[in-house]
């Protein structure tokens, strides 16, 4: 409630019917379903039979109503914009990079949005993956559901191409086990630099380009180590349709999913296919150099997203224990819309702690403090020892849009850190 005071995003809430229609005090019967579905704790630990906005039926009716995919997803939208205006948040980054990786979810009821896989979810259970991307502002700017453990791969370009809010990356940083040539190439044509990191980089294969009829270039010591060739005539020959496969990705025409699986045909590739793998191979190049170069930038920028996705996994996990930390909903879009409302929760969690944070630097300076830029950078909107996910639910409106006292490090009880 206090982060709808900043930034109003239960406004987007709209009614299904999208009449207008209104229910009183609408922001608190939105925020209440919206701890319950990403705490996984259901309605009773958030229900107030006394209060209107909190009664069961209320609950239930915002809930269905109000509370989906799209509503949520402009709602993030609001944070996003309001998380990228908060000073703090531009030494972290400037919304440039990004990373997509897969938060795991057992499912342990019957429904066909969801795959076996001992490793992730047991020997009888079946489950899915929350593949999500945030930007280095550590604001969580798009997800989508996957049945199972499939490559990540396969569906990153549909989540980048479906972001709810924030400025398009440029850099994209993804796990080591979400790789291929085809990737690399789709991602090159439509302006990302893709950026897994590789653990098995000394197995890695570098390509050199040649032209017919032009004399090989001189790589220098890296003569040796680009053994393999890339010549252009494929991609030459496909060309257009390259490009407009690029053109019906970023048009929303075909999902990437679908198209990466008829170009790799389960690992014979189609003609276009291998054109697009020959390209993938010169973009993978240049990144396998960016990793090998002794200026450790690159690498460094890749290495701290994905610890900070991480992170932020982590407190996915915090939040979401209700029920044993399993996902029960049976259909699709019961699920895509309970992880939506977690995603937005931890977005929410996130702007205020980078909001707070921002207050304390600022009155640190102000009272004569040193506080450098690159100590303030290494501040996290993350930390999560003062939130509470247990014990009773409570909703009061929030008078003002402001900011509480900050405490006084001075005054704390002794006994905390």
């Known amino acids: 409630l206090e982060v709808d005071a900043w930034t109003g995003?239960?406004?987007?809430?709209?009614?299904?019917?999208e009449s207008g229609t209104?229910?009183?005090?609408?922001a608190v019967s939105a925020c209440a379903v919206l701890v319950a579905e990403a705490c996984n704790i259901g309605f009773t630990p958030v229900t107030k039979p006394g209060v209107p906005a909190l009664t069961r039926d209320r609950l239930s009716h915002v809930e269905q109503n109000y509370v989906r995919a799209d509503t949520i997803s402009a709602a993030n939208a609001?944070?996003?914009e309001h998380q990228a205006q908060i000073g703090l948040a531009w030494l972290w980054g400037g919304g440039l990079v990004a990373s997509a990786d897969g938060l795991r979810f057992v499912v342990p009821v019957?429904?066909?949005n969801a795959a076996p896989n001992p490793k992730y979810f047991g020997q009888k259970h079946h489950g899915l993956t929350w593949l999500n991307a945030i930007n280095?502002?550590?604001a969580g700017i798009g997800a989508i559901v996957v049945p199972g453990t499939m490559r990540d791969s396969l569906y990153i370009l549909d989540v980048l191409l479906n972001l709810d809010g924030g400025p398009k990356p440029e850099l994209v940083a993804t796990d080591n086990a979400s790789y291929s040539d085809i990737v690399f190439g789709l991602f090159r044509l439509l302006g990302y630099q893709f950026s897994p990191r590789i653990a098995d980089l000394s197995d890695q294969r570098f390509w050199r380009l040649e032209i017919p009829g032009v004399p090989p270039g001189d790589y220098g010591p890296l003569n040796a180590l680009a053994r393999h060739k890339v010549t252009t005539p494929r991609m030459i020959t496909h060309w257009p349709d390259m490009q407009r496969v690029a053109a019906s990705l970023a048009m929303g025409t075909v999902r990437a999913?679908?198209?990466?699986r008829m170009l790799g045909r389960d690992g014979s590739p189609t003609p276009l296919?291998?054109?697009?793998?020959?390209y993938g191979k010169l973009?993978?190049?240049?990144?396998?150099?960016?990793?090998?170069?002794?200026d450790e930038s690159y690498r460094r920028t890749v290495h701290v997203q994905l610890t900070v996705q991480e992170s932020r996994h982590r407190l996915a996990r915090k939040i979401f224990h209700g029920q044993r930390g399993e996902l029960r909903q049976r259909y699709r879009e019961g699920q895509e819309d309970q992880l939506s409302a977690l995603g937005l929760v931890l977005n929410a969690v996130t702007l205020w702690n980078t909001r707070y944070s921002d207050a304390a630097v600022a009155q640190l300076r102000a009272q004569g403090y040193p506080v450098d830029d690159a100590d303030a950078a290494r501040l996290s909107p993350l930390v999560d020892k003062h939130v509470n996910v247990l014990g009773r639910y409570t909703f009061t409106q929030q008078a003002a849009a402001g900011l509480r006292p900050l405490r006084d490090p001075a005054a704390a009880d002794p006994d905390e850190d």
């Open 9 to 17: 995003f239960t406004s987007e809430f709209i009614h299904l019917a």
């Open 22 to 26: 209104r229910v009183e005090d609408l």
């Open 78 to 80: 609001r944070l996003i």
């Open 110 to 112: 019957q429904t066909l």
């Open 136 to 138: 280095d502002q550590v």
């Open 257 to 260: 999913y679908d198209l990466l």
């Open 273 to 278: 296919g291998h054109a697009l793998a020959d």
């Open 283 to 294: 973009a993978k190049t240049l990144h396998l150099l960016a990793m090998c170069d002794p």
